[in-house]
């Protein structure tokens, strides 16, 4: 999300209007895990690593004054397997934060050697009836990363979630206007 430049579409949101001040947490990587293989999708999709993360997460958090204490207005963001991760941990620790901005959901995963699947994210997910989710992908991506978004959103649609879907030029990109477009939809901050 820094190299991506998250950082600083937010301060420009924050500066415009856009968004409310905001305290925003970027985690470079749990349990040393790298940018790709084996070592990032393990440690975004398996239970133990991630309650261990929320585990360590929570308290760390907690002890800033600068971050709402309400849950409610905690916002969980991940990119591709990183909303695995995030619909875990809102859907396990919905005291620590509710809502989910999911960007390229990589859905479709199937999990393997115990390891969360899309599905099984999706099954957390419904689990939890607070929890509200702002998804983009992008047009020109994979065909089983869009479908397995459009089966999520339908699912959260039909058991009547608050869901928000929507759609970029571009392929697999983390842009970040979808991150200011669904922390401004999630903080209802319009």
């Known amino acids: 999300m820094i190299e991506?430049?998250?950082?600083?579409?937010?301060?420009?949101?924050?500066?415009s209007g856009e968004l409310p001040p905001i305290t925003a947490v970027y985690v470079e990587s749990i349990e040393g895990?790298?940018?790709?293989?084996?070592?990032?999708h393990a440690t975004l999709t398996r239970p133990d690593i991630l309650q261990r993360f929320i585990d360590e997460a929570a308290p760390f958090v907690a002890s800033r004054t600068n971050v709402y204490a309400d849950p409610s207005r905690?916002?969980?963001?991940?990119?591709?397997?990183?909303?695995?991760?995030?619909?875990?941990?809102?859907a396990e620790r919905p005291r620590f934060c509710r809502h989910v901005l999911a960007l390229s959901a990589a859905l479709w995963?199937?999990?393997?050697?115990?390891?969360?699947?899309?599905?099984?994210?999706?099954?957390?997910?419904?689990?939890?009836?607070?929890?509200?989710?702002?998804?983009?992908t992008?047009?020109?991506e994979e065909k089983k990363l869009l479908d397995s978004n459009a089966v999520f959103y339908d699912r959260l649609a039909t058991a009547n979630r608050d869901v928000v879907r929507a759609q970029h030029?571009?392929?697999?990109?983390?842009?970040?206007?979808?991150?200011?477009?669904?922390l401004s939809y999630l903080l209802d901050h319009r």
């Open 4 to 15: 991506a430049g998250v950082p600083q579409a937010l301060s420009a949101a924050q500066l």
């Open 33 to 40: 895990s790298t940018k790709r293989g084996p070592s990032r």
């Open 74 to 90: 905690r916002i969980v963001v991940g990119h591709s397997l990183g909303v695995i991760a995030s619909l875990y941990v809102a």
């Open 109 to 136: 995963w199937p999990g393997e050697s115990g390891e969360l699947s899309g599905e099984a994210a999706i099954e957390h997910a419904l689990r939890r009836v607070a929890m509200r989710v702002w998804m983009a």
């Open 138 to 140: 992008g047009a020109g």
């Open 169 to 182: 030029v571009g392929g697999h990109e983390l842009r970040p206007a979808d991150v200011v477009d669904g």
